[in-house]
Nanobody
């Protein structure tokens, strides 16, 4: 069983920054076998993939966040990060950490509870 716990959300003004963290359950040893990712959801809209980070650390970003967001993973610490800069009101939403074994093209298998991000203009 993989457990994911997000932290670091909050409220900022447009142009500000936040750093999200996702702690992966310590009971799960081989985090390096998993694709990890961040997704976000706004009420009334479908959940959107923000970024995926494959087992080798290769990142794939949504066009809407390219150049502003940076994701990284620390397999030794079982943690996934998302550095968000130049935040805009449209970045507001619930941010979820997700994981799936193997390829990032597979459907996400495990989810965290989410952390809220609110960006005011």
């Amino acid at each position: 069983q993989v457990q994911l716990v997000e932290s670091g959300g909050g409220s900022v003004q447009a142009g500000g920054s936040l750093r999200l963290s996702c702690a992966v359950s310590k009971y799960f040893v081989s985090i390096n076998r998993y694709c990890l990712g961040w997704l976000r959801q706004v009420p009334g809209k479908e959940r959107e993939r923000v970024v995926s980070v494959d087992r080798d650390g290769k990142t794939t970003y949504a066009d809407s966040v390219k150049g502003r967001f940076t994701a990284s993973r620390d397999n030794a610490k079982n943690t996934l990060y998302l550095e968000m800069n130049s935040l805009q009101p449209e970045d507001t939403g619930m941010y979820y950490c997700a994981a799936v074994m193997g390829s990032c093209s597979a459907d996400w298998r495990y989810w965290g509870q989410g952390t809220q991000v609110a960006v005011s203009s």
